[in-house]
């Protein structure tokens, strides 16, 4: 048996474990501001509870910012996330006001508290409204759908048309989540792969879905009765009409719905085709519109990096990763073939990539946006297929491998707008990166520069003491 230790030595051994967390705390903080991949240190030293515990802290707070921001944001009258009113001043319905504050809301955010109780007005009034990404947009007509159906009906009232299949099934998520507490509303999805019988009637209220099989479940399929909705939604209206085929099919699904459906259309952007084409399916409508510089968030900061060609944008990459800790990002390049090769040399450097590209089904890359939203891949590499819409909270970091461009070769600034708004989400805080590799790339950077009125600065990713900087 061992002896009973001294008085002596058991202080002795407090003092040396005492030491031992310490040490292990002090390479802790070391690791986390310096290592160029956060979360290969997760593994490496956490058999230490406490240690673990206190980086997870550091994680969340340093990255991904508490609540504390948003509710000073939403105290900050020029902030997208001000509020006057609370959702309950909102004239929320109770079971919808408990989804709310489920999903961790506190207060409704400016769109949400402006755009709400026109929605939600009697008789229904039309409604086209832009806001920032991020700041609440689809949690607002989500809300007003919600509010307006009756559960009693078995049909579809509500109808709700998205660009792409993955956010068609995103918003699908969010009704589910604030309707978690109103179980006697439904949803169906109408998108690619979930075959209805021609007359088989929905017993649903709500229909979430593409354009192209929603029109053919209005008309060739008959599954909906289009006479019979009374709330129509088209949400990313600029992606919508980016999309061959998209804005012809809205247009025809609206010409079928009776004269008194409520009309509601939000977009990001609202180029001068958009607002054409907004005109066009939302006749009479309340207007909520923000100017050219309110459209991108103070809260994402940009810069642009200088390089020769793609290695030197892959080492000031691999730098950016060196200097600050990045909770996930999402990295767009031009063509699939960059995208390839640089989700290849990045996985060769130890990081955990996914790569999603346009060639894929849409099953596949709603599964490659869902692995990387729970957090399974912590890089996403891509084209331009998934830089609208798509909220993954956690992206703390948007890095323009190549700048965002149109088929003339101009600058495509709402796809830019569109790509940054990954990060930033609600009140986040983000940081897009742009990666300039000749005149022509510096070219398009001025251009956006002009286009939203925003000086982009440059950084100098040889000095991680300015990148560290950058992230505080
Ligand atoms: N009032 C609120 N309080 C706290 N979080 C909110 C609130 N409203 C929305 N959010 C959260 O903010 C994030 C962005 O919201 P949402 O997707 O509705 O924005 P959006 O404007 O539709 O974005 P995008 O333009 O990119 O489509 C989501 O994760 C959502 O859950």
Same mark, same amino acid.
């Given at each position: 048996m061992r002896a009973q230790p001294t008085a002596t030595e058991a202080i002795c051994g407090r003092v040396i474990t005492l030491a031992y967390h310490v040490l292990v705390v002090f390479h802790l903080l070391t690791h986390l501001l310096k290592s160029d991949r956060s979360f290969t *240190?997760?593994? *490496? &030293? &956490?058999?230490d509870k406490a240690a673990q515990s206190l980086l997870n802290k550091m994680i969340h707070t340093s990255l991904v910012n508490t609540t504390n921001q948003v509710e000073v944001l939403q105290r900050d009258p020029n902030s997208p996330l001000y509020s006057v009113k609370t959702f309950e001043e909102l004239r929320l319905k109770d079971k919808l006001l408990k989804g709310v504050y489920d999903m961790g809301f506190n207060r409704p955010s400016k769109i949400q508290e402006n755009a709400l109780p026109m929605m939600l007005a009697e008789p229904p009034q039309n409604l086209i409204a832009q806001s920032q990404s991020g700041t609440g947009k689809t949690a607002a007509f989500v809300l007003a759908m919600l509010s307006h159906?009756?559960?009693?009906?078995?049909?579809?009232q509500c109808l709700c048309i998205a660009p792409t299949y993955e956010l068609a099934l995103q918003t699908g998520k969010v009704i589910e989540q604030m309707g978690k507490f109103y179980p006697e509303v439904k949803l169906a999805y109408a998108i690619r792969g979930n075959k209805l019988d021609r007359g088989?009637? &929905?017993?649903?209220q709500i229909v979430i879905g593409t354009p192209g099989t929603v029109l053919d479940w209005c008309s060739k399929l008959k599954i909906i009765n289009p006479k019979k909705i009374s709330v129509f939604v088209l949400d990313e209206a600029d992606v919508m009409i980016a999309t061959q085929g998209h804005q012809d099919q809205s247009i025809r699904i609206q010409r079928m719905l009776p004269k008194e459906c409520q009309m509601l259309l939000f977009s990001a952007t609202f180029e001068d085709s958009v607002w054409k084409f907004a005109e066009r399916v939302v006749p009479d409508p309340n207007i909520i519109k923000l100017k050219r510089e309110e459209e991108t968030l103070d809260t994402i900061k940009q810069y642009y990096v200088l390089c020769s060609d793609k290695e030197e944008k892959f080492t000031a990459l691999c730098n950016i990763y060196g200097a600050i800790t990045i909770a996930q990002a999402m990295i767009f390049c031009h063509t699939r073939r960059t995208a390839g090769w640089l989700a290849a040399e990045l996985t060769k450097e130890g990081h955990v990539v996914a790569l999603l590209s346009g060639e894929m089904t849409v099953e596949q890359r709603a599964a490659i946006i869902e692995r990387f939203r729970e957090g399974k891949e912590k890089v996403l590499v891509t084209t331009n297929v998934c830089s609208r819409g798509i909220d993954v909270e956690q992206v703390s970091v948007v890095i323009n491998f190549d700048l965002p461009m149109d088929k003339y070769g101009n600058a495509d600034n709402e796809t830019y707008l569109h790509r940054i708004g990954r990060t930033g989400r609600f009140g986040k805080r983000g940081l897009a990166v742009n990666m300039i590799d000749s005149k022509h790339s510096m070219n398009i950077l001025n251009q956006i520069e002009e286009h939203f009125n925003k000086k982009i600065n440059k950084l100098d990713t040889d000095d991680l003491d300015e990148i560290e900087k950058i992230s505080n």
């Open positions: *240190c997760h593994s *490496c &030293l &956490l058999e159906v009756d559960p009693t009906n078995k049909w579809a088989a009637k &929905l017993q649903e």
